[in-house]
């Protein structure tokens, strides 16, 4: 039978020449379209009412907008969120949005911007938003990466206002808009959208919008905190599906770990926080094993570091370690038993008013005791200890904490003498000592090589104290057996979804 595509003549359409009377070039290795099919795509479409919800945290990002502003009060401040980041070819990662971006509007659509200018009666604030790309215009087909046929609705310009509760414009106006401003008068958060960087130019305080930030997100606000625990919860879930996946992941290894756990994060929120560590075996000893292709051994510890990233992007990030056969053998069990001694040393010692290295220390000293009683460390704790020695750190390797928020890693522009500062109300760090002994570590002995502990909880401080928002999670070893016990009492392959 004969080409039928090939007897029609090509037309005169090319990248060069993309629009002909009858034909229009829609891309490369994809064949001219006819011009009357654009018509056809673009008509008797109905159109539904506009939604009315408006974002949960539309009145907190207010109040962020307005704090930011109060901190540069004769500035115009430019955030943007970013670009989709091409993966390979024409497709592309799954957008995220910008961190800060995301804390001040509630946004997650990919190429806004918002700009926060100040007024005599407050600070006016826009986003900008990419008009869009629906049933109206022939992209809507045509556009592989924004067109609505392709990836889905997003909202426009008049969406975006209602359910952010912010003045909105398209994105098109964003240059003539900048245009106005003197450049010193204007502060852009850099480094996530090439064009805004141009069309602001440098400014030297710049620098000065993303440490400001940093240190705003510290404190967390009430819709932070819920969203947290939100998060937390979720992952408690998927530490149990992994529980109930154990015994099926012996002998094909910790991908089946891995794949378990991110598909509650999936079911239930945006994603993971950031890649799981499922390292059982000596790979525990490895910080950030994310590889996860090792085998899972009855006998061995699987070190479960994981976290789900609700859909408001806030993300836990828990880590328990566990006996994949149910029970600590008493080599397990002692060096368990030391890591969480010292977490609990460093949980109590979490409250306003402390320097924010207090958990760190009251841990380590914990840890140091017991590295010296278990004939390891060779010299007194003490003088292990100082400063100038830190011969401990050879088995703990990290420090205990980090803050915890939108992203794992929080508010890392802060400054040092903040970050590091006092501990306020609001505040959500981890605590999370380790320790660490290589196989093949001769200053260890042989019982206790290629094994790696690590036990991380999130908590809050409070006005009085902390709170332990992982709490359901069992720490204490014999709580650890019972739980995994009462997991597989249920049946060890459902997964519960």
Known sequence: MEDQISSIPDPDVSAENPISEHWVWVGPHRPPCPRVLFEHMTSNWEIGEPLREVHPAATFSATRRRQISERFAAKTLVVPTGNPKVRANDTDYRFRAGTDFFYLTGCVEPDCVLVITPGAGGPRCTLYVPQRRDHQTHEFFT?????????????????????YEIDTAPLDYLEKDLASLRPDDVLTLRGFDATVDALCGPNGEDEQLAVALGEQRLVKDAFEVAQLQLAIDYTVKGFEDVVRALPAAEGRGERVIEGVFNLRARVEGNDTGYDTIAASGSRATILHWTRNDG???????????????????????????????????????????LVLAAQEAGIAAVKPGVPFMAP??????????????????????????????????????????????????????????????????????????????????????????????????????????????????????????????????????????
């Open 143 to 163: 556009d592989a990466r924004y067109g609505e046929l392709w990836v889905g609705p997003r909202r426009g310009v008049t969406e975006a206002a209602t359910y």
């Open 295 to 337: 085998a899972v051994r009855r006998g061995e510890m699987l070190l479960l570091d994981a976290g789900v990233e609700c859909h408001n992007l806030y993300t836990a990030d828990v880590t328990r370690t566990m006996p994949i056969s149910g029970t600590f053998s008493p080599a397990q069990r002692r060096i368990y038993e």
């Open 360 to 497: 760190n220390e009251a841990a380590m000293k914990v840890l140091a005791e017991g590295l010296s009683e278990l004939g390891i460390l060779t010299e007194e704790p003490e003088v292990a200890l100082r400063r100038e020695r830190q011969l401990h750190r050879r088995y703990t390797l990290h420090g205990v904490s980090h803050m915890l928020g939108i992203d794992v890693h929080d508010c890392a522009n802060a400054r040092n003498d903040v970050y590091l500062g006092e501990l306020h109300e609001g505040f959500v760090l981890t605590v999370e000592p380790g320790l660490y002994f290589q196989a093949n570590d001769l200053t260890v002995p042989e019982e206790y090589r290629g094994i790696g502990v690590r036990i991380e909880d999130d908590i809050l401080v409070t006005a009085d104290g902390s709170r332990n928002l992982s709490a359901a999670l069992p720490r204490r070893a014999d709580d650890v057996e019972a739980w995994m016990a009462d997991v597989w009492s249920k049946g060890p392959t459902d997964l519960g979804l």
